[in-house]
Nanobody
């Protein structure tokens, strides 16, 4: 199994920045992709950004140019740098891992999930 633990969420004003982190542990050698997903109250979960073992990234259109996903393989850590935050970015953010290469933003391709970290952006 693979365990994921997120951190770095919080409250920020519009235009501000946050950096989310996610540490993976367990059988991480079986995973080929990691990603960030979010879910706002009353809305469906959506993919934010994913990255595979080869470093290929996919971003949701809504965050392109504002968010950057990266990973530190040695530390088994995934990051999401979020700049120019907007109130519509308010959501619970989840880190996930899976076995696909180029998984896109398809949540079903990620069987391992963290508990989430809350991001709240005020106007």
């Amino acid at each position: 199994q693979v365990q994921m633990v997120e951190s770095g969420g919080g409250s920020v004003q519009a235009g501000g920045s946050l950096r989310l982190s996610c540490v993976a542990s367990g059988y991480t050698y079986i995973t080929n992709c990691m990603g960030w997903f979010r879910q706002a109250p009353g809305k469906e979960r959506e993919g934010v950004a994913t990255i595979d073992r080869a470093g290929r990234v996919t971003y949701a259109d809504s965050v392109k140019g504002r968010f950057t996903i990266s990973k530190d393989n040695a530390e088994r850590t995934l990051y999401l740098q979020m700049n120019s935050l907007k109130p519509e970015d308010t959501a619970m953010y989840y880190c996930a891992a899976g076995r696909y290469y180029e998984p896109g933003l398809i949540g079903d391709r990620f069987p391992y999930w963290g508990q989430g970290t809350q991001v709240t952006v005020s106007s």
